[in-house]
Each structure stands twice: as C-alpha cells, then as structure tokens.
C-alpha cells in the first residue's frame, strides 16, 4: 500500500466533525471540503467537478463521505463515480434516526460504512459490507478536570423536543422540586465547547438523554419501545460528561452492555427511577464521586483519539487490501435487500429545499441550473418528494408560528 491521501467530505463545520478530521490529518494526508457550503454557492454539477478535480490534483486515494439524514447534495451516481477513483468510506452519524431511508441506501454504494450505531453495524454485516462500529470519541486533552465549584444540582443541555421524552421528564424533577438548570441552545444561545463543559463541572448530577425523534417518522431498527416515535442511540454527551470529571446519568440505549460491561454509567428507566437516583446521589456525595473517577477511566480507556483513530487506520490498511472487485460485486447481488423506496423520496424532497433556498436568496441561474435533478428518480418520486416537502413546509410554518406567539 502506497500512501494514504485523504479527501474528508462533509456537510457540516461543527466542532465534533473537526476534530475528527484533525485526528485523521495527524496520521495521514487529510483534506477537508465543506461539499454542502461550496453546493449552495455552485449547485450539483460544479460541485461534482470540484470534487474530481481535487482527487486528480492531490492524487487522493481514500474518500470519507460524512452525513447527515439531509445530506443529499451527493447523489449515488457520483458516489458511484468516487468509488471507481478512490477507496470509499461513509461516516454516518445519528445513524440510530435515518439508517434505514439515508445512510444505508449511501453507504451501499462505498467500501467501508463506519457508523456510530451498533445496529447498523450488524444490518452491514448481514449483507457482507465492510463496516466499523465506532462510537463518539474525542480530544481527551481539551478537557478541564480541575476541582469543582458546584452552582446546581442537577443540569441539563440540550434541546427541549416537543415528541422526545426530554420535557416529561424535566418537568417531573420540576414538580419535585429539584434544583434544575436547563439550557436550551435554541432557546438560550449556543455555548462554546469550554462553556458547556464549565457548566457541567458546576454541576452535580448531569442528565444525558439518549432518545430523539425525526419530523419523517419512517421506522428505524434503534426504536426500543415499537410503538414510540423515540429513537435511542449512543451520543457522545455522556463521553463529554465523563471526560470532565463530572456525573452524569443517562436514559438507556441499544449499545449500553457493550460499551459500559460493568454498567460504569449509571442508567434511568423512567421519570419516578430517575427522581430516585437523582436523590440517593445527591445524598452519597462519596459514592458519586466513585462513580465520576470510574466513568474517567473508562472514557479515557474506550472514548479518546489514541484508540479510535488506530482503529481506523487498522481497518482502512485491512480493507484497501480486501480484493474489491469480488467484495462490491457480492453486495450487488444482495441489492434485493436495501429498500430504497423513502429514499428516493427524502432525496426530492431534499432537492425542492435546496431549490427553494437558491430562489430565497435570489439565485436564480442557480436554480434554473438544478432545477432538472427533480426528475431524476421519475414521476411517482417527484409527486411524493413534492407531497413530503410541502408537509416539510407546513410543519416548518406552524413551528415559526408558535415560536413567535410564545
């Protein structure tokens, strides 16, 4: 194997996403590109051209495509193109709340699905596509541990989602008089990584929700109650947490016995059971502090660069070696078993978006360029992808609404 040149593709600048790709530049060439900021400025076709011609230019070899569920400024075909000069890799994260109509229909298409949901990690499996299960991880370094000087309780971050379990919960520790600080980011600004951090050591007892929702509502295989519309995956916030000598108790998800064997992170199963706990380890200031120093350990041991990124380095060297023509073609004898049918729907539908934001912004020529990618998937897709983006509207239009009566 020659040297490994990295083209680090994503849609997004949030720090978490940095900071993996600043991991991976310290072990190889790495280049970062913003696909999704240089889309909404040139549209679908210079956006493909710029991607080959820097692959051609710093002779890239490997291509890690990050997403999200909205991220559909890549189409399969291209990815199809990537694949054919480059080894492929997808990143998915919040895999738990879109594999099933997003990263899995992409993914397909690449050599390597790394995911941060256990569950997609075995569906991959079942069709004999490489995969990774990688769960968060971060700069263990950046983390402030000194001694704390306790202002609250019990705190919560995070966004406070009408349909998650999140608010019934709150409330409840609410009308028990806990002394509860949340803070919305939505509601009272976004924090800097050192704030949020500051603000869970001034805290005694962290809450970390592990369930969310999506407005699409398709199924997911992550649902741990069937007939809830709340989806529960690993997040990184406990790590986070943990990481800062703090306390923290989470609500469960799929991955717990196997990320934490020993059951480091203490867990809560209802709204009552969570009271209780919150109590007893106000109460035992000695058995929560032994919990904190264990949680330490264990996230520094499981949740830090050094490990992770040997990971990937060890399974990017075993893959590139796999004989690729061999593998790919037995996935596209499985192709019977990816359902591709929301999909194609989300992917009009995230066009039409895309449309819209080019006409808000007066980019007309823009939007007359990409106005043919509507049609792509046929007639039947364009009528539910229309269907799907005005409900998308609608439901956008009704929020704005509350939000300014509030």
């Known amino acids: 194997m020659g040297e490994e040149r990295i083209l680090f593709l994503t849609n997004t600048n949030v720090f978490t996403i940095k900071e993996k790709y600043r991991f991976l530049k310290k072990k190889f060439f790495a280049k970062y590109f913003n696909y999704s900021d240089y889309f909404q400025s040139n549209g679908f076709d210079k956006l493909y051209s710029q991607i080959l011609s820097i692959i051609d230019k710093d002779n890239i070899n490997i291509t890690i495509i990050h997403g999200y569920y909205n991220s559909f400024e890549l189409d399969i ?29 992409t993914s397909f298409f690449t050599d390597l699905h790394i995911t941060l949901s256990i569950e997609s990690f075995y569906s991959k499996k079942k069709i004999r596509q490489d995969s990774l299960y990688l769960p968060d991880f971060f700069d263990h370094t950046k983390f402030e541990t000194s001694k704390k000087q306790y202002l609250y309780d019990v705190c919560f971050v995070g966004r406070l989602n009408e349909k998650s379990n999140r608010k019934k919960y709150l409330e409840f520790l609410k009308k028990k008089n806990i002394n509860l600080y949340i803070h919305d980011p939505h509601k009272n600004g976004f924090l800097s990584e050192k704030e949020i951090h500051k603000l869970y050591s001034q805290s005694k007892i962290n809450i970390n929700f592990t369930g969310c929702t999506t407005n699409l509502n398709f199924g997911s295989v992550t649902k741990i109650n069937p007939l809830s519309e709340i989806y529960y995956g690993f997040k990184g916030r406990a790590v986070e947490i943990a990481l800062t000598k703090s306390f923290v108790i989470s609500e469960p998800f799929p991955e717990y016995e196997i990320l934490y064997k020993n059951r480091e992170l203490p867990i809560f199963y209802s709204p009552d059971d969570l009271y209780q706990k919150i109590k007893i380890y106000l109460e035992k200031e000695n058995e929560r502090l032994d919990i904190v120093n264990k949680l330490y350990q264990h996230s520094l041991e499981n949740f830090t660069e050094k490990n992770n990124i040997d990971k990937i380095v060890k399974k990017l060297n075993k893959a590139r070696n796999l004989k690729r023509e061999k593998h790919f073609n037995y996935r596209y004898e499985n192709i019977k078993n990816i359902k591709s049918f929301y999909f194609k729907i989300c992917e009009i539908m995230w066009i039409l978006i895309y449309l819209s934001k080019f006409i ?47």
């Open 360 to 406: 808000s912004k007066g980019k007309i020529i823009l939007f007359f360029l990409n106005f043919k990618y509507i049609f792509k998937n046929g007639i039947l897709y364009l009528i539910l992808g229309i269907w799907f983006y005005l409900r998308y509207f609608i439901f956008n239009l009704i929020k704005k609404f509350f939000k300014i009566n509030s």
């Open 77 to 105: 075909n291209f990815i199809k193109k990537l694949n054919e000069k480059t080894f492929t890799v997808y990143w998915g994260y919040d895999d738990w709340t879109n594999y099933d109509y997003h990263s899995n229909i």
